[in-house]
């Protein structure tokens, strides 16, 4: 019937439509995404970086954008499943095996040595971008667990800052002192309970780690539980946040109760640094997680972030040669300073080291005062990390507000994980 | 003076509409190219994919991976083993149970104000209390709001009461269509009620209401099927988490974390099928129970 064919004929259009507007440039021009999470300073150099890496390489041209990290990989995931993927991805340790599980991560083993090069690498770095002898991702920098703190305030209380050797009961005492020596209106202590990268550091000073070698969890319930009552000696010791503040962590240095001026020291990664020194500039300082080792510190060099291409890429020279400008150009490198922690590349690490201000000299700093207690990396966390990370500060807050005791809350974490892990 | 200028245009429309006009031959045609970029995207956008959903909730779908079919796996997990999903439940009847009636009875009065204004710069204040709704959706409003009610939103027990204020102030459609009902109330119906010595609450409840009630009705099932699908507040005012402490954990939102940042994309398509067998029930409900309180001015 007629009817038909003029849906025919519109559904036609709007495909030749579409199809015509998919295709874009034509005449030898590439065209690669790029994206990351971070916040506007690090938006900054990058953007800055990748204009370098375009005016060198007039055949391509790169887009970016980057989120929050609280937002970027549910934007993520439903890029790539809507086939709408990004070439090349800013990507999380933690969540390596569950894209690269699912085999979204290009692997780069045919590139590694050449089109990337590595020789001025640790060659154990290179293995935190390894699963499974493909190597998924490419480390970007690396940085580790550290405190950020405010010295006025430990100076003000007459208390001694963060040192190698001070244990979780000095932290305990020190930050009571600082919450009382400012009448309760500055908390001593960011409540560290329903962080899973705090729980991590602090099993490590115990000798153990958050996932065993067969993937499933690497400590026992009495281990959690233990951690959950040390923040809640905190919390009544008067030396930790109030619960309304629980809820404003992982959002972005401004809205954490260091941002707003809540709390005198804070759980963190050293390369968030750059973050918080855009709050409150030049007001605050790095120092070493306290523990009850003397050995053991717990941190480990981390890599802070991993940049992978996507295997749908129909670019991936193009691909490829981003990713190796980012890691081993000098010049980007210059431009990337310390800001998503230590350059990978350990002549770009020199070479930033030599010429060092801001928050990028405190971070370099701080490494160094840490670097020979730092672990090696465990291996990446396996798929259901990224939901057992939201489930352990879930649980924490249930705890925290009253609503379960924490024997309840461990039960129920504990089933929830495991399922997560199946 | 009102009643006289509705009634005039009438007779005009009659004389055209005498015979029924002939139709040109290929008309259906024409109908179906104007048709045409509507039928595209409601079986494009809309019936394709709630079909792809069904056969998803019968799957394991992981967003990257081909679907393997799991039978009703997933729906027995929903009301079997999964207590988060029954506290989203939980949340969302909470939700709908208050920002439902408090939002009609906020829209209600203040078009019952306005429409007592009549002209004394009634459409500024109609444009002003509508202001919030068309900014409704916007992800800016609902930040404001977290910024306003900063230590609220962190607390488990007041969470959801800021999501329900935010959802009530924003009752501006609501408003429009209750005006809307309003001024169709005939007037010498108030007029007679106010020879007979009617008081303000004898009209309202007696006049008004009654008149209103399909007006009413219609509102409250579009706002009881709005309601159940909220997901924007909730999202922005907990930065996406539920939260604290699972507080504020809509349906809506659950499903998106299930789907999106789980990546159990079979599971969520399962939670999206069971909302919308809830929400038909529930419409068909109100439905039934409109013939006892729902008054159309033909009936006897």
Same mark, same amino acid.
């Given at each position: 019937?007629k009817?038909? @064919?003029?849906?025919?004929?519109?559904?036609?259009a709007?495909?030749?439509?579409?199809?015509?507007?998919a295709?874009?440039?034509?005449?030898g021009?590439?065209? !690669?995404?790029f !994206?990351?999470?971070?916040?506007? =300073?690090?938006?900054?150099?990058t953007?800055?970086?990748?204009?370098?890496?375009?005016?060198?390489?007039?055949?391509?041209?790169?887009?970016?954008?980057f989120?929050n990290?609280?937002?970027?990989?549910?934007?993520?995931?439903?890029?790539?499943?809507g086939?709408?993927?990004?070439d090349v991805?800013?990507?999380?340790y933690?969540?390596?095996?569950?894209?690269?599980?699912r085999?979204?991560?290009?692997?780069l083993?045919?590139y590694?040595g050449?089109?990337?090069?590595?020789?001025?690498w640790?060659?154990?770095?290179?293995?935190?971008?390894?699963?499974?002898?493909?190597?998924?991702a490419?480390?970007?920098?690396?940085n580790?667990?550290?405190?950020? $703190?405010?010295?006025?305030?430990?100076?003000?209380a007459?208390?001694?800052?963060?040192?190698?050797?001070?244990s979780?009961?000095?932290?305990?005492?020190?930050?009571?002192? !600082?919450?009382?020596?400012?009448?309760?209106?500055?908390?001593?202590?960011?409540?560290?309970?329903?962080?899973?990268d705090?729980?991590?550091t602090?099993?490590?000073?115990?000798?153990?780690?958050?996932?065993?070698?067969?993937?499933?969890?690497?400590?026992?319930?009495?281990?959690l539980?233990?951690?959950?009552q040390?923040?809640?000696?905190?919390? =009544?010791?008067?030396?930790?946040?109030?619960?309304?503040l629980?809820?404003?962590?992982n959002?972005?240095a401004?809205q954490?109760?260091?941002?707003?001026?809540?709390?005198?020291?804070?759980?963190?990664?050293d390369?968030?640094?750059g973050? $918080?020194?855009?709050v409150?500039?030049?007001?605050?300082?790095l120092?070493?997680?306290?523990?009850?080792?003397?050995?053991v510190?717990?941190?480990?060099?981390?890599?802070?972030?991993?940049?992978?291409a996507?295997?749908?890429?129909k670019? @991936?020279?193009?691909?490829?040669?981003?990713i190796d400008?980012l890691?081993?150009?000098?010049?980007?490198?210059?431009?990337?300073?310390?800001?998503?922690g230590?350059?990978?590349?350990?002549?770009?690490?020199?070479?930033?080291?030599?010429?060092?201000?801001?928050a990028? @000299?405190?971070?370099?700093e $701080?490494?160094k005062?840490?670097?020979?207690?730092?672990?090696?990396?465990?291996?990446?966390?396996?798929?259901?990390?990224?939901?057992?990370? @939201?489930?352990?500060q879930r649980k924490?807050?249930?705890?925290?507000?009253?609503?379960?005791?924490?024997?309840?809350?461990?039960?129920e974490?504990?089933r929830?994980?495991e399922?997560?892990?199946k | 003076?009102?009643l006289a200028?509705r009634?005039?245009p009438?007779?005009?429309?009659?004389?055209?509409?005498?015979?029924?006009?002939r139709?040109p031959?290929?008309?259906?045609?024409?109908a179906?190219?104007?048709?045409?970029?509507?039928?595209?995207?409601?079986?494009?956008?809309t019936v394709?994919?709630?079909?792809v959903?069904?056969y998803l909730?019968?799957?394991?779908?992981?967003?990257?991976?081909?679907?393997?079919?799991?039978?009703?796996?997933?729906y #027995?997990?929903l009301?079997?083993?999964?207590?988060?999903?029954l506290?989203? /439940?939980?949340?969302?009847?909470?939700y /709908? /149970?208050?920002?439902?009636?408090?939002?009609?009875?906020?829209?209600l009065?203040?078009?019952?104000?306005?429409?007592?204004?009549r002209?004394?710069?009634?459409a500024?204040?109609?444009?002003?209390?509508?202001?919030?709704?068309?900014?409704?959706a916007?992800?800016?409003?609902?930040l404001?709001?977290?910024a306003?009610?900063?230590?609220?939103?962190?607390?488990?027990d007041?969470?959801?009461i800021?999501?329900?204020?935010?959802?009530?102030?924003?009752?501006?459609?609501?408003?429009?269509?209750?005006?809307?009902?309003?001024?169709?109330?005939p007037?010498?119906?108030?007029?007679?009620a #106010?020879?007979d010595?009617?008081?303000?609450?004898?009209?309202?409840?007696?006049?008004?209401?009654?008149?209103?009630?399909?007006?009413?009705?219609?509102?409250?099932?579009?706002e009881?099927?709005?309601?159940?699908?909220?997901?924007?507040q909730?999202?922005?005012?907990?930065?996406?988490?539920g939260g604290? #402490?699972?507080?504020?954990?809509?349906?809506?939102?659950?499903?998106?974390?299930?789907?999106?940042t789980?990546?159990?994309?079979g599971?969520?398509?399962?939670?999206?099928?069971?909302?919308l067998?809830a929400?038909?029930?529930?419409?068909?409900v109100?439905?039934?129970?409109s013939?006892?309180?729902v008054?159309?001015?033909?009936?006897?």
């Amino acid at each position: 019937m007629k009817a038909h @064919k003029v849906v025919g004929l519109v559904l036609g259009a709007a495909l030749v439509v579409s199809g015509c507007g998919a295709k874009g440039g034509g005449d030898g021009q590439q065209e !690669i995404r790029f !994206i990351w999470w971070g916040n506007d =300073d690090r938006a900054k150099v990058t953007n800055e970086a990748v204009k370098l890496f375009e005016s060198r390489n007039t055949g391509i041209k790169v887009s970016t954008s980057f989120q929050n990290f609280q937002n970027y990989f549910e934007k993520l995931s439903t890029e790539i499943a809507g086939g709408n993927a990004p070439d090349v991805i800013q990507m999380d340790y933690r969540y390596l095996n569950e894209y690269a599980g699912r085999n979204v991560l290009l692997d780069l083993s045919p590139y590694v040595g050449k089109e990337i090069r590595t020789a001025d690498w640790n060659s154990g770095f290179i293995g935190s971008g390894k699963l499974g002898g493909k190597q998924v991702a490419m480390p970007l920098a690396q940085n580790a667990t550290a405190i950020v $703190y405010d010295p006025k305030l430990f100076d003000a209380a007459g208390v001694k800052p963060p040192r190698i050797g001070w244990s979780w009961a000095d932290y305990k005492e020190t930050s009571a002192k !600082i919450q009382a020596s400012t009448g309760g209106k500055i908390a001593g202590a960011t409540d560290f309970g329903g962080t899973e990268d705090v729980f991590e550091t602090w099993l490590r000073q115990r000798g153990k780690k958050l996932y065993a070698d067969d993937g499933k969890l690497g400590y026992s319930k009495d281990d959690l539980k233990a951690f959950w009552q040390l923040s809640k000696d905190f919390r =009544d010791g008067n030396a930790t946040t109030p619960p309304e503040l629980v809820t404003t962590l992982n959002a972005g240095a401004e809205q954490t109760p260091m941002g707003k001026k809540l709390s005198a020291s804070e759980h963190t990664y050293d390369s968030l640094y750059g973050g $918080y020194n855009t709050v409150r500039p030049g007001e605050l300082a790095l120092g070493p997680y306290p523990s009850d080792s003397k050995e053991v510190l717990g941190s480990y060099r981390k890599p802070s972030q991993l940049v992978s291409a996507s295997s749908r890429t129909k670019h @991936k020279d193009a691909a490829v040669k981003l990713i190796d400008f980012l890691l081993n150009d000098p010049d980007a490198g210059k431009i990337l300073g310390a800001n998503r922690g230590l350059p990978a590349n350990l002549k770009i690490r020199e070479a930033v080291a030599q010429n060092l201000s801001g928050a990028n @000299k405190v971070i370099f700093e $701080y490494q160094k005062s840490v670097d020979a207690q730092l672990g090696d990396a465990p291996a990446a966390p396996p798929k259901g990390d990224g939901t057992i990370y @939201k489930l352990m500060q879930r649980k924490h807050e249930e705890v925290v507000f009253g609503k379960k005791t924490i024997d309840q809350a461990l039960e129920e974490f504990w089933r929830d994980a495991e399922e997560a892990l199946k | 003076m009102v009643l006289a200028e509705r009634v005039s245009p009438a007779p005009v429309k009659s004389v055209a509409e005498g015979a029924p006009p002939r139709r040109p031959k290929n008309s259906q045609g024409v109908a179906y190219l104007f048709l045409g970029p509507w039928l595209l995207g409601a079986i494009g956008l809309t019936v394709a994919p709630m079909v792809v959903s069904l056969y998803l909730s019968f799957t394991d779908y992981d967003l990257f991976n081909s679907p393997q079919w799991v039978g009703f796996d997933n729906y #027995a997990k929903l009301f079997g083993d999964d207590p988060r999903y029954l506290d989203s /439940v939980v949340v969302t009847l909470k939700y /709908v /149970v208050w920002s439902v009636p408090l939002k009609l009875v906020l829209a209600l009065a203040v078009a019952l104000l306005l429409n007592s204004l009549r002209g004394k710069g009634q459409a500024f204040f109609r444009s002003a209390f509508y202001a919030p709704s068309l900014l409704g959706a916007s992800v800016g409003l609902a930040l404001a709001w977290r910024a306003i009610f900063d230590t609220w939103v962190d607390t488990p027990d007041y969470a959801l009461i800021t999501i329900v204020l935010l959802s009530a102030w924003q009752f501006g459609a609501p408003m429009v269509i209750f005006l809307a009902g309003l001024q169709q109330i005939p007037r010498d119906l108030f007029d007679a009620a #106010a020879v007979d010595g009617a008081g303000w609450w004898r009209r309202l409840w007696s006049i008004t209401l009654p008149m209103l009630s399909p007006v009413l009705f219609f509102n409250l099932v579009l706002e009881t099927i709005h309601a159940f699908q909220a997901f924007t507040q909730a999202f922005v005012v907990s930065g996406g988490r539920g939260g604290p #402490a699972d507080s504020t954990l809509f349906y809506t939102l659950y499903l998106y974390e299930r789907g999106f940042t789980e990546f159990r994309m079979g599971y969520a398509s399962a939670m999206a099928w069971v909302l919308l067998v809830a929400i038909a029930v529930i419409t068909a409900v109100l439905f039934r129970t409109s013939r006892y309180w729902v008054f159309y001015g033909d009936e006897r």
